[in-house]
């Protein structure tokens, strides 16, 4: 005979969308919770020991089948697309610098007014001595991967 506590449940195939999530009642009156759409997601970059609650983007690639991938199902191990602000902002504070940004001699104008306006708006944020300091040492050690 079968027993209850012996029972499975159907997959959740949780997708890629606003967030939803239901309780499922289970054995001794506990609630799991169970996501049907999910939008976010705490993610970890490994080696700067950091993680951070970023927004999914978009699912890339599934191993298991590319029906996931076209239905955006979120399943271990998918490899998504995530919205990386909340790392840049981590670097630029911990580092002193701001990824994804061009620097200044690769930026071209159409012609140098642009340019001249464009270094007056981004004047350099005063900081104190120790605050330099404890900048330039990170640096020295800052391994970019």
């Known amino acids: 005979k079968k027993r209850k506590f012996e029972m499975g449940r159907q997959a959740a195939l949780c997708k890629l969308g606003s967030k939803r999530v239901r309780p499922v ?21 490994g080696s700067e020991n950091c993680a951070k609650k970023v927004r999914i983007l978009d699912v890339v690639y599934n191993a298991t089948s590319n029906e996931l991938v076209r239905t955006k199902t979120l399943t271990k191990n998918t490899i998504v697309q995530i919205d990386a602000h909340p ?12 990824l994804g940004k061009k620097k200044q001699g690769e ?39």
């Open 87 to 98: 790392f840049q902002q981590f670097y630029a504070k911990r580092y002193g610098v701001e």
């Open 25 to 45: 009642r289970c054995r001794g009156g506990n609630l799991k919770y169970r996501a049907l759409r999910v939008d976010a997601g705490n993610f970890s970059w």
């Open 107 to 145: 930026k071209k104008g159409k012609d140098g007014k642009e340019a001249k306006e464009s270094k007056e708006a981004e004047e350099p944020e005063k900081k104190s001595r120790h605050v330099v300091f404890k900048l330039r040492a990170r640096a020295a050690k800052q391994k970019l991967d």
